[in-house]
């Protein structure tokens, strides 16, 4: 595997559900993003992790709660949500500390809340 | 706050003309860097350059080329010849220069472009 990786890359749940999405990458990278895509809105920074602590919460609700175990893997775990939570999940990596700091995405989850 | 603008929403062009994708930035940092990314229907975001605010000097890359200029707080892209595997939504981002080990992206909201045969 290269690059960033993400599982599943689709996903239908209830408002019920508990699931999780997973992101890896395989890039030697030490800061992973989460970020959430909806139909005719900007990219929206949902969570920023740097050397596995997280370093920003761009007012998230809690029903998102993330989690990077590594510097290679983060996750994000979905509980009780709503129908406007659907939308495209995009995690991204990328150095820290450095010059050379562009982000690379993975191919995102496509999430639908029923 | 920083806040980066795509006007143009959709264009269309057909295949082997140029087509130019406006980027204007807006930041109080003296020292920030400018990204450029393609989304093809796949989803996944490519990224294709990048530049700090000290260095104005165009890029071109093959048939991709960029013209930065601070006077005007531009960043626009330029495709020539375009062909069809250029069809993509194009995103234009900005991210300060300093103050943290990781670095937030502002993107802004997109230009569809779409190179017909």
């Known amino acids: 595997e290269t690059g960033v990786t993400q599982t599943p890359r689709h996903l239908v749940m209830g408002m019920t559900n508990k699931k999780s999405l997973k992101c890896e990458q395989h890039?030697?990278?030490?800061?992973m993003y989460w970020y959430k895509q909806s139909a005719k809105k900007p990219l929206e920074l949902m969570f920023v992790?740097?050397?596995?602590?997280?370093?920003e919460n761009n007012s998230v609700p809690s029903r998102f709660s993330p989690e990077c175990p590594n510097s290679s893997h983060l996750f994000l775990h979905l509980h009780t949500l709503q129908p406007e939570d659907s939308a495209l999940y995009l995690c991204?990596?990328?150095?820290?500390?450095?010059?050379?700091?562009?982000?690379?995405f993975g191919p995102g989850t496509r999430l639908t809340v029923t | 706050a920083q806040k980066v603008t795509q006007a143009q929403t959709e264009i269309s062009v057909v295949e082997k003309e140029d087509v130019t994708l406006d980027c204007v930035y807006e930041?109080?940092?003296?020292?920030?860097?400018l990204f450029w990314y393609k989304q093809p229907p796949s989803g996944e975001l490519v990224f294709l350059i990048r530049?700090?605010?000290?260095?104005?000097q165009n890029e071109i890359s093959g048939r991709y080329s960029w013209n930065f200029q601070k006077s005007t707080s531009s960043f626009n892209f330029t495709i020539t010849a375009s062909q069809v595997v250029d069809s993509a939504v194009y995103f234009c981002?900005?991210?300060?220069?300093?103050?943290?080990?990781?670095?937030?992206?502002?993107f802004g909201s997109g230009t569809q472009l779409t190179v017909l045969p």
């Open positions: 981002a900005l991210s300060r220069g300093s103050g943290g080990s990781a670095r937030q992206l502002t």
């Open positions: 930041t109080r940092d003296t020292t920030y860097y």
């Open positions: 890039l030697g990278h030490n800061a």
């Open positions: 991204a990596s990328s150095r820290s500390g450095t010059r050379d700091y562009e982000q690379y």
């Open positions: 992790y740097s050397l596995e602590e997280r370093v």
């Open positions: 530049r700090n605010s000290f260095d104005e």
